[in-house]
């Protein structure tokens, strides 16, 4: 595997668009992988003329997933308004399009936060919800990135950042976290590492991997967040 670059990926995407059209990238992995830090770094190295959404805005409201029992299931598929994620990416190669936003703080989807995406030269979609179905069909992307990592590795970043989260919300009585701060530091750690055992792990093994034999490009993240070319697309001609 070759060493690469956000810089690197952003030349290899770029030589793909077409002149007058928008040119759609999904970037997909495990919870925590770093698709959100990855899309950002892309989009930087791009320059002007790119704009990112992220899937999680397409997320049932918590209002709907309760009704339906699957607050214990956000992120798997049957968590998300897939006809309208669908329909938005279609409607990024034409725009404009309103996107929904999602909170992590609050742990939900955010009305007040939705845009409006039109005229841009590249989107970059980063989330879940972006690997094939039951139909095998993934959704209508030009391309598809997929970051790949070993799950220890994972593990570390997810409970990072839930740790992250879980201080934050010492001075944030409206965040979501807030109602673990009864728990101890220990407690909340072992709390994360089983959401990781019991949602996360099983909706990236079951479902987000999917996305990885059917990606354009993959790109493996090291421990130390270096990456690495496990497969992709030729690097355009200097």
Not at 32 to 51: E, H, M, N, S
Not at 138 to 161: G, H, N, Q
Not at 226 to 237: E, F, Q, S
């Amino acid at each position: 595997m070759t060493p690469i670059t956000p810089a690197d990926l952003a030349l290899r995407i770029a030589a793909r668009r077409r002149l007058g059209e928008t040119l759609v990238v999904g970037v997909t992995g495990s919870v925590a992988v770093g698709k959100t830090t990855l899309a950002r770094q892309i989009a930087d190295a791009l320059g002007p003329g790119v704009d990112i959404v992220s899937t999680d805005g397409f997320l049932k409201p918590n209002v709907v997933l309760e009704a339906q029992g699957l607050m214990m299931r956000k992120g798997f598929p049957e968590s998300y308004d897939a006809p309208a994620l669908a329909a938005a990416i279609a409607g990024l190669k034409t725009g404009p399009v309103t996107v929904p936003a999602y909170s992590h703080a609050s742990y939900d989807v955010d009305p007040a936060a939705a845009r409006t995406i039109g005229g841009a030269d590249i989107v970059l979609v980063e989330g879940l919800g972006l690997a094939p179905g039951a139909d095998g069909q993934r959704p209508p992307v030009d391309l598809l990135v997929y970051i790949d990592a070993e799950e220890a590795d994972i593990i570390a970043w997810f409970l990072a950042r839930f740790m992250a989260l879980w201080q934050a919300a010492a001075d944030d009585p409206t965040s979501f976290y807030a109602r673990f701060r009864h728990m101890s530091e220990e407690e909340a750690r072992a709390f994360a590492l089983n959401v990781w055992a019991g949602i996360n792990r099983p909706n990236w093994q079951d479902h987000i991997a999917r996305g990885l034999p059917v990606a354009d490009l993959v790109v493996k993240k090291l421990a130390d967040h270096a990456l690495v070319l496990a497969r992709g697309i030729d690097a355009p001609r200097p």
